[in-house]
Antibody, heavy 120, light 108 residues
Framework: QVQLQESGPGLVKPSETLSLTCTVS????????WIWIRQTPGKGLEWIGY???????NYNPSLESRVTISADTSKNKVSLKLTSVTAADTGVYFC??????????????WGKGTTVTVSS | ETVLTQSPGTLSLSPGDRANLSCRAS???????LGWYQQKPGQAPKLLIY???NRATGIPDRFRGSGSGTDFTLTISRLEPEDFAIYFC?????????FGQGTKVEIK
């Protein structure tokens, strides 16, 4: 079965760039949308954005100016970059999978999440 | 942005009780695009219901989703010990996708 594993630095300094990777095992990126979601004390669960395996993206307007999500089908990895971070970006970051081509979509597979703290 | 408001914030119940969780949207949502998730401490959210009323694979039939338009409900017919958790609704209908703030189902 498909499994997702988030990885990356647990501590990022303010104003720097947060970079995370989601490694997909037991399946491939093809034909799915790969989503980043975070859970912060301030806003709860927040959708960051997604990338289709082909590379097209859609971001939350509130984060769009700072976010880049990309997919590497050769490595079966999805990446998240969030620039100019502040303490408000501290939280748990999840990657998830969905098939948005179907009539009734669902985020059916989630990674366990990785905790990121923004602090100097 | 479609705001999802869940109520109550906390539900204190006993095993065997019935739980009714509400999710109200700030504007009408196509039912196909409303899901429910369960989250336990230290874990990722787990898909329970998609398309407002379809149980995800492996989800027991004591979980039932219903509703349309702006009002959606998750019903747990008889609470089992493992059902005490936080439940979130989520919509895909418009960008940005949004989540409710959650309902905590706790043991009374």
């Amino acid at each position: 079965q498909v499994q997702l594993q988030e990885s990356g630095p647990g501590l990022v300094k303010p104003s720097e760039t947060l970079s995370l990777t989601c490694t997909v095992s037991g399946g491939y990126l093809s034909n799915y949308y790969w989503i980043w979601i975070r859970q912060t004390p301030g806003k709860g669960l927040e959708w960051i954005g997604y990338v289709y395996f082909s590379g097209s993206t859609n971001y939350n307007p509130s984060l769009e100016s700072r976010v880049t999500i990309s997919a590497d089908t050769s490595k079966n990895k999805v990446s998240l970059k969030l620039t100019s971070v502040t303490a408000a970006d501290t939280g748990v970051y999840f990657c998830a999978r969905a098939d948005l081509r179907v009539a009734i979509p669902a985020m059916d597979v989630w990674g366990k999440g990785t905790t990121v703290t923004v602090s100097s | 942005e479609t705001v999802l408001t869940q109520s109550p914030g906390t539900l204190s119940l006993s095993p065997g009780d019935r739980a009714n969780l509400s999710c109200r949207a700030s504007q009408s949502i196509r039912s196909d695009y409303l899901g429910w998730y369960q989250q336990k401490p230290g874990q990722a959210p787990k898909l329970l219901i998609y398309g407002a009323s379809n149980r995800a694979t492996g989800i027991p039939d004591r979980f039932r989703g219903s509703g349309s338009g702006t009002d959606f409900t998750l019903t747990i017919s008889r609470l089992e010990p493992e059902d005490f958790a936080i439940y979130f609704c989520q919509q895909f209908a418009g960008s940005p996708w949004t989540f409710g703030q959650g309902t905590k189902v706790e043991i009374k």
